[in-house]
């Protein structure tokens, strides 16, 4: 592993650590904090439904939990925004373009290719092949060639 490998692996670990732990309970105390301590405190009404902080946020964290699980629900399921997400994450992931490390790259793709040449080698010596299907057939093997030896086929990348 390379040495900006491995920096941006680190880099990638901080910010999902960073972004998804970190921020989101420090952002979660503060927003807390300041609604009470600049709304609620400065409101006479809203200060005698919640005299102190702990009850406050235990309401907030009752209703605001569901409420959170129901919008991330929804951005998953009802929204085209997910989708899109993954369309640009689909384009940019080397993986959909090269084979993956692991039993992907060790046992499936060799095996796709041996089982591409022998039916070929069965089916030239049949002669059932014609000649689009045979090139084809050796334009999938190429194909599979690259990717057993760890290049990429297609169009990573691409700018819409």
């Known amino acids: 592993m390379s040495v900006w490998t491995f920096i941006g692996r680190l880099w990638f670990y901080f910010r999902m650590g960073y972004s998804t732990y970190l921020t989101f309970l420090l952002g979660y105390a503060s927003t807390l904090i300041t609604v009470y301590y600049l709304a609620i405190k400065n409101i006479p009404d809203l200060l005698n439904l919640f005299p102190r902080f702990v009850p406050f946020a235990i309401l907030a964290t009752v ?31 080397p993986f959909w373009y090269k084979l993956p490390p692991g039993y ?45 030896a760890g290049g990429m086929v297609g169009s990573p990348r691409r700018k819409l």
Request: glycine share 4%; no cysteine.
């Open 63 to 93: 209703i605001g939990l569901p409420l959170s699980v129901s919008v991330g629900w929804a951005h998953y399921k009802r929204s085209a925004a997910f989708s899109s997400e993954m369309d640009i994450q689909y384009e940019a992931n």
């Open 104 to 148: 992907n790259k060790e046992v499936f793709g060799p095996v796709y290719l041996e089982m591409l040449l022998l039916l070929k080698k069965i089916t030239e010596s049949n002669q059932s092949l014609s000649s689009e299907e045979k090139e084809r057939i050796d334009q999938l093997e190429q194909k599979l060639r690259t990717l057993n």
